[in-house]
């Protein structure tokens, strides 16, 4: 099956700081999706992103599909944000999603 | 518009014991899932309804793990017996046309 591996693994920020998460992914995908897992354990959808640039508020992103990547760029962070961030793809014909091993990101004040 | 309903949110069994899980999914959506999240993984299908049919249950145990979806509305997912490995969050998911998903807040399930 499709590999998903997002980097970095774990994050420390101070407020107001800028950052960039990466998702690579193994194989063609047909969805793309960007989570926001807050502490409480709820899934919170960014972005619906198979392709190109989006943008909402401080947080942006961009997959480049034909070389298997997606960056998701968080931009004066808040200790709000913190929480894990997960990536997760769809591929072939099924709708199921696959989840990358996600970015543990703290934002200390 | 109201997001996708789980019950309960938390859960504490022993071994052995079965449990159920219950979701509403948001109005108008026909594609429902329900995801496994281990603690430090990342949510994993175990099964995909469209409308009250099954779509993929290819990672459901299906000797202890069950699931329906009456009236192509709510869904249920039973565990019967529960195992230690079993602790886990449950969450539920829909989408419109199968792309986009909505997840739930979850069942955080504790096996003893």
């Known amino acids: 099956g499709i590999q998903v591996e997002q980097s970095p693994p774990d994050l420390i920020l101070q407020e107001g700081a800028n950052s960039t998460l990466r998702c690579n992914f193994s194989d063609s995908v047909n969805n793309l999706q960007w989570f926001h897992q807050n502490p409480w354990g709820q899934l919170i959808n960014l972005f619906y992103?198979?392709?190109g640039t989006k943008q909402n508020g401080r947080l942006s992103a961009t997959t480049v599909a034909t070389e298997r990547y997606s960056l998701l760029y968080i931009s004066s962070s808040q200790t709000t944000d913190s929480g894990v961030y997960f990536c997760?793809?769809?591929?072939?014909?099924?709708?199921?999603?696959?989840f990358g091993t996600g970015t543990q990101l703290k934002v200390e004040l | 518009e109201a997001g996708v309903a789980q019950s309960p949110r938390y859960k504490i069994i022993e071994k052995r014991q079965s449990v159920a899980f219950w979701c509403n999914p948001i109005s108008g959506h026909a594609t429902l899932y329900w995801y496994q999240q281990i603690l430090g993984q990342g949510p994993k299908l175990l099964i995909q309804?469209?409308?009250?049919?099954?779509?993929?249950d290819s990672q459901l145990p299906k000797d202890r793990f069950s699931a329906e979806r009456l009236k192509g509305v709510d869904s249920t997912l039973k565990i019967q017996p529960a195992k230690l490995e079993d602790s886990a969050v449950y969450l539920c998911?829909?989408?419109?046309?199968?792309?986009?998903?909505?997840f739930g807040p979850g069942t955080r399930l504790t096996v003893t």
């Open positions: 998911a829909s989408s419109l046309y199968g792309y986009e998903q909505y």
């Open positions: 997760a793809v769809q591929t072939g014909g099924g709708n199921k999603l696959t």
């Open positions: 309804f469209q409308n009250n049919g099954v779509v993929d």
């Open positions: 992103i198979p392709s």
